[in-house]
Nanobody, 126 residues
């Protein structure tokens, strides 16, 4: 059974930083693209970031335009964890953030066939 467990959310002032973590179990971590989505109140879930992995080259990262330059995704394939470092946070970043996994990067970004975590709340005050 695949489990994705997020942590690290909370309340932060605008301009602050947070680091989200996700622990994955029940899947072959090295064969999955890992990522993050978010859902703000009254809005649809949206893609935030993704990170691939292979044994032959460095991981590739992908970001939504809305967070590019402020967010960094990373993964630890020994601990089966993925991280989302968020800097220069804005009130519009307020959302529930979900960890996701998929064997296909394009499908992950499209929200198709993903494994989902339960989410962690991030609230940015102005």
């Amino acid at each position: 059974q695949v489990q994705l467990v997020e942590s690290g959310g909370g309340l932060v002032q605008a301009g602050g930083s947070l680091r989200l973590s996700c622990t994955a179990s029940g899947l072959t971590f090295r064969s999955h693209t890992m990522g993050w989505f978010r859902q703000a109140p009254g809005k649809e879930r949206e893609f935030v970031a993704a990170i691939t992995w292979n044994d032959w080259s460095a991981a590739a990262t992908y970001y939504a335009d809305s967070v590019k330059g402020r967010v960094a995704i990373s993964r630890d394939s020994v601990k089966n964890m993925v991280y989302l470092q968020m800097n220069s946070l804005k009130p519009e970043d307020t959302a529930v953030y979900y960890c996701v996994a998929n064997t296909n990067r394009q499908q992950l970004q499209a929200g198709i066939g993903n494994y989902w975590g339960q989410g962690t709340q991030v609230t940015v005050s102005s």
